[in-house]
């Protein structure tokens, strides 16, 4: 399998909302000829950002979360689900989430040691391991399965793959994801009241589980 490569093109971008030094990178897939404009913050490519207040801009079909939307220098990006499976599986990548509590305004991180999606056919089901960080891991929240989203299918408003057999979880609100039924995990909402991470009132960290902004990023190890 050919490699995954990394091409620097440029250093220090500043991004809105988030303060920190940025490296902008071009990524070539293996199988494809497809160059995507990405970035690299401390070794990790962001493949998710949101800050509310971007319209129903997350309220968007299969071939958008397929593909990726967005732009990763600005408010909101979605890196594509298709790129995070020829990605992932290439070797052995970390996910970290960093979640920012409406109530609060304080920041959270989770990560874990193992995430790796399923190819189409498997609807794109996410795989995560080894769990670390303050936020709390709100894939798996063992007290309530129903909202244990490791290991779902990826769901949006035209392909259904949660377990709530009324309905689809990814309504106006809460866009597509990982839903099960549905789940207390979701970040690609467009209001601070439909995004997500539960672990973080669970554990008595915030009043409420909703989060102002939040981003998501991969490393290979
Ligand atoms: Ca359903």
């Not at 404009?37 to 998710?48: H, K, M, N, R, T």
């Not at 392909?159 to 106006?172: R, Y």
Request: charged residues 15%; negative net charge.
């Amino acid at each position: 399998m050919a490699t995954f490569l990394v091409e620097i093109i440029e250093r220090n971008m500043s991004l809105l909302d988030f303060s920190s030094d940025y490296v902008n990178v071009n990524l070539s897939f293996p199988n494809t000829t497809q160059h995507v404009a990405s970035i690299l913050i401390g070794g990790w490519l962001i493949i998710q950002k949101n800050v509310p207040d971007t319209g129903s801009i997350f309220n968007r079909f299969w071939i958008d979360y397929r593909n990726g939307f967005g732009d990763p220098t600005g408010k909101y990006f979605w890196f594509g689900n298709e790129k995070l499976y020829q990605l992932t599986v290439t070797g052995n990548w970390k996910l970290r989430v960093e979640v920012q509590s409406n109530d609060t305004g304080k920041w959270y991180s989770a990560e874990y040691a193992s995430f790796r999606l399923g190819n189409e056919a498997s609807k794109y089901a996410i795989n995560l391991s080894g769990f670390t960080g303050d936020a709390g891991d709100a894939f798996n929240v063992a007290t309530y399965p129903t909202w244990v989203t490791n290991g779902m299918k990826f769901t949006t408003i035209d392909n259904d793959n949660d377990n709530w057999s009324n309905g689809t979880c990814t309504n106006d609100e809460s866009g597509g994801w990982w839903w099960n039924q549905c789940g207390t995990s979701g970040l690609n909402s467009f209001t601070s009241e439909g995004n997500s991470w539960g672990t973080l009132q669970l554990l008595g960290l915030t009043p409420t589980r909703y989060v102002k902004s939040g981003r998501m990023m991969i490393k290979k190890n």
